[in-house]
């Protein structure tokens, strides 16, 4: 059975969502487009981070603590 983990630098976005939806919410309020997009399936926390130009290290550490609430 596949068990994804969130620091894992190739996890699809849209994976991302549907096991930690609690992470959508750090997405947005960066202002980012990621939830919803139809590329989501396709890229990954640093593909994002690049795009809007994000430390993903930082970023990263938002999104841990986004699901530790």
Do not use: K
């Amino acid at each position: 059975m596949f068990n994804p983990r969130m620091d894992d630098p190739d996890l699809p976005l849209g994976l991302l969502f549907s096991q930690w939806p609690a992470t959508a919410g750090v997405f947005l309020s960066h202002r980012m487009a990621c939830f919803g997009c139809p590329i989501a399936p396709f890229h990954t926390v640093t593909d994002a981070c690049a795009e809007y130009g994000l430390d993903e290290t930082m970023f990263r550490a938002e999104l841990r603590a986004a699901v530790a609430v």
